[in-house]
């Protein structure tokens, strides 16, 4: 019985909120985008990445887009968390050792759909991508459907 219970408790403690993540958790629900400024840049930096406006959220949110800014401290619209050995990692795969800024989307699916060495997001060119991803093509058309 003690053993049932000692489980039970520990599955509880890995539902709180602020869990530490990896990806693959968002993986059918969410478009990630992963920012990586260059250490010495990210501290003036944050306004080239951090949405300032609440069309720019809504456009976010309406894509169902989880962000990441990896910068001095972590920076999201979500509670999400990443350990720190797995942010080296994601680092370590997307930045694939540039030494430049760069931001990459990651689709629902999970792969990579753009990858970019600039500072200032190209909010356009990435919205564009994604409106024109088959999945998301689908979403916009079931949510212009008359209910």
Sequence with gaps: MKIVFLSFLLLMAGMDANDQITLEDLRWKNR??????TSSYSENADYLFIPESDTLESEIKERDMVYFVFGDSLKSNSDFTFSTDYIEQLRAKHTLGTKKDCYVLIGKDGGTKLRRE???IDWKELFGTI??????????NANDKPR
Excluded at 32 to 37: A, E, G, K, N, Y
Excluded at 131 to 140: K, L
């Design 32 to 37: 990630i985008l992963l920012v990586f400024p």
């Design 118 to 120: 600039q500072s200032k």
């Design 131 to 140: 409106d024109a991803m088959p999945m998301r093509i689908r979403e916009m």
